[in-house]
């Protein structure tokens, strides 16, 4: 694992495993002999750091293990004799909590309240909310994150509705997306990125939402069409709260940037006291199946995220 600061949980945890000696690196450098025999590679988190040159140099490489919940970025370069886990379900509380906030502080109206304080404008009347009472959400990834969405806004008399990729009991199929869309008031994407998802929400699918419709991307920024969506936003059709763009990070100048209907989060959703210990948490668990010859709940199949 990553030598850096906050790694510094994980060692502790994965040091309790029996017959587990735990090695640290540096992600920005080669390694060294004598660590080119672990069998079990733990990438940093920070997306910018992917070791992915260092999968070459580890010859005995059984596993990969994740500390993100998606596999996306990994995925296509991890050898298919490697284990490939993730760290579904350490993400739920804190990216669900994410989702909520967003959905409350654009219903509320907190940008412009907060503008208005800002030039000292007692705004009585001057601003519409909206209610979570009653409203129709439609959460695209029923896994740990997606269910976690529809149990927070229940309490709110929201009636959420969860689509996976295959339908199961109380849960829809991809299949049922265009029947859906016009029904629902906002649109929540927790899916991983996979072929099926990537640019699932393009120009017909907004243009299929209600107006004044929200979309809030808590997943992958490629699942959604930009372009499409800065034209909604831009005509004042639709509202958005992302944590994720495509491209990302967002550059200076980029159009969502002057869009006044758009709140965004720099990829910060999961990013609360505590996160790092839920991950090395749930990471530990996978590692210690694995180690067991038992095949980990969060393992990556064939690109597919079970």
């Not at 412009?112 to 030039?119: N, Q, S, Y």
Request: hydrophobic share 40%; aromatic share 4%; charged share 20%.
């Amino acid at each position: 694992m990553s030598h850096e600061e906050d790694d510094r949980v994980g060692v502790e945890l994965l040091s309790k495993l029996d017959g587990v000696q735990v090695v640290t690196y540096d992600p920005n450098l080669p390694l060294p002999p004598e660590k080119c025999d672990a069998e079990i590679l733990i990438p940093p988190y920070r997306s910018s750091h992917r070791p992915i040159p260092l999968l070459q140099q580890l010859g005995r490489l059984r596993m990969v293990q994740l500390l993100s919940a998606g596999a996306d970025e990994w995925s296509g370069d991890v050898p298919a004799e490697v284990v490939l886990s993730t760290a579904r379900g350490a993400h739920a509380g804190p990216v669900s909590e994410w989702v909520l906030s967003a959905i409350l502080c654009v219903y509320r109206q907190w940008p412009a309240l907060v503008d208005f304080k800002r030039e000292g404008v007692w705004a009585h009347r001057r601003v519409a909310a909206d209610t979570l009472d009653g409203s129709r959400v439609l959460i695209l990834g029923a896994g740990s994150i997606g269910t976690a969405v529809a149990d927070r806004l229940r309490p709110f008399g929201a009636r959420p509705t969860l689509v996976a990729s295959t339908a199961r009991d109380g849960v829809h199929g991809p299949e049922d997306v265009p029947g859906l869309v016009p029904d629902h008031d906002v649109v929540v994407i927790t899916a991983p990125l996979t072929e099926q998802t990537r640019g699932l929400v393009d120009k017909d699918f907004l243009a299929a939402l209600p107006d004044g419709a929200l979309v809030v991307n808590a997943g992958r920024g490629k699942i959604v069409n930009t372009d499409a969506l800065v034209a909604e936003l831009q005509a004042g059709r639709l509202r958005a709260a992302l944590d994720v763009t495509d491209p990302e990070p967002l550059p200076e100048g980029h159009p969502l940037w002057g869009c006044a209907s758009v709140i965004i989060s720099p990829h910060m959703a999961r990013t609360v006291p505590g996160t790092n210990v839920l991950c090395y948490g749930v990471a530990t668990n996978q590692i210690s199946t694995f180690l067991s010859g038992k095949t980990p709940p969060n393992a990556v199949v064939h690109g597919i995220e079970n």
